[in-house]
């Protein structure tokens, strides 16, 4: 049997590292049978604890799991710029001539603050990456479609659309003041844009990934005290955080036909943090 996004392209935003949910992503996508293009921008990962990756090993990781007949590639862009998006778009679409899958796992670390330390720098730098990205993507995604000429009914998707939200609903995010705001919009936009899209044939849905260690958690690159993480395992009903291939598998379904009938939700992929 074909794998279920055989002859589908699918563009991954935020796959710089291969320790990185955006990289899982890839792959899981890549595994599924689509043809994948990636984006990163190495300056962010530089200016972290935890450092960049090579992106030619990042590509390489990914063109590891393409089944056959299907390619990869990618870009360097710093989606803080609005034109940015139409071009990354149309380098994905060149890649096979279409376009039928976009993932916004875009984000930026660092930078932010609590209330006390918020101004307009701040609040402006997570807005730009976090959240106007991934909706110019999205609009510019959707237009492609309508120049395609589809119209309803339709027999199965004519696009997918995953955005990335955060835990801002689940409880405070002290600290992360600018972030937690700029991915409360994208999940409060959802139902809206995903009621537009619909018009298109095109699904959009929200992930929440959940705490997963992207090497954050790790003592050799970690920005935090982890003196409290055993104890806290511990009590977690699987004894581990997340890993960038949990939310990942959940994403390379709701790409499938197989995922189809969910449409404009905002889903969690937390092992049950959350009820913790």
Request: with cysteine; proline share 6%; glycine share 12%.
């Amino acid at each position: 049997m074909p794998h279920p996004l055989s002859g589908k392209t699918a563009l991954v935003t935020g796959a710089s590292r291969r320790r990185g949910i955006g990289f899982a992503i890839a792959r899981e996508l890549a595994a599924l049978g689509a043809s994948v293009f990636i984006h990163h921008y190495r300056p962010h990962d530089d200016a972290q604890p935890w450092g960049g990756d090579d992106p030619e090993a990042v590509l390489s990781g990914i063109r590891d799991a393409l089944r056959p007949g299907a390619v990869a590639g990618d870009r360097h862009a710093d989606l803080r710029d609005a034109r940015a998006a139409e071009d990354l778009l149309d380098a994905a679409s060149a890649l096979t001539g279409s376009l039928d899958i976009l993932v916004c796992n875009q984000a930026l670390s660092g930078t932010d603050g609590g209330i006390l330390d918020m101004d307009a720098d701040r609040l402006d730098a997570h807005w730009l990456t976090d959240a106007r990205a991934s909706l110019l993507l999205t609009a510019g995604f959707a237009r492609r479609k309508r120049e395609a000429g589809v119209s309803a009914p339709f027999a199965a998707p004519t696009g997918h659309v995953i955005w990335m939200t955060s835990g801002q609903g689940d409880g405070p995010m002290r600290g992360e003041v600018a972030y937690a705001t700029a991915k409360a919009g994208l999940a409060g936009a959802t139902a809206t844009v995903a009621a537009e899209l619909l018009d298109l044939g095109i699904v959009l849905n929200t992930v929440n990934p959940g705490p997963v260690n992207t090497g954050y958690l790790d003592p050799a690159t970690t920005d935090r005290d982890l003196s409290w993480l055993p104890d806290h395992l511990a009590s977690t009903p699987f004894g581990r955080f997340g890993t960038p291939e949990d939310p990942a598998r959940l994403i390379g379904w709701l790409c499938t036909d197989a995922g189809a009938w969910v449409v404009g939700q905002v889903l969690r992929s937390d092992g049950g943090f959350a009820l913790r």
